[in-house]
């Protein structure tokens, strides 16, 4: 689980930085699919399951909004012909 966590973190922090709003929510969905793939492969009660779903998604959401600060920052400081 906290491979998959990592996973998407730096995926939403290297979505963040090239892509569209558009782009991170078919990511949230891939790696929700994912999250509910090895939850049930694993066992995990639904409850588990759900929570796990949700945590997966804060953190994609995390690694964006992180993505997207960096990614303004640098383009602030970039020298502009």
Do not use: D, E
């Amino acid at each position: 689980m906290v491979f998959i966590l990592a996973a998407a973190a730096l995926a939403a922090f290297t979505i963040g930085l090239k892509f569209k709003v558009s782009t991170i929510l078919a990511a949230s969905a891939v790696f929700a699919v994912g999250v509910i793939a090895a939850g049930l492969y694993l066992s995990m009660s639904p409850a588990a399951i759900v929570w796990s779903v949700l945590l997966v998604i804060v953190v994609t959401q995390a690694g964006y909004l992180v993505g997207l600060t960096v990614a303004a920052y640098l383009h602030k400081n970039s020298p502009h012909p």
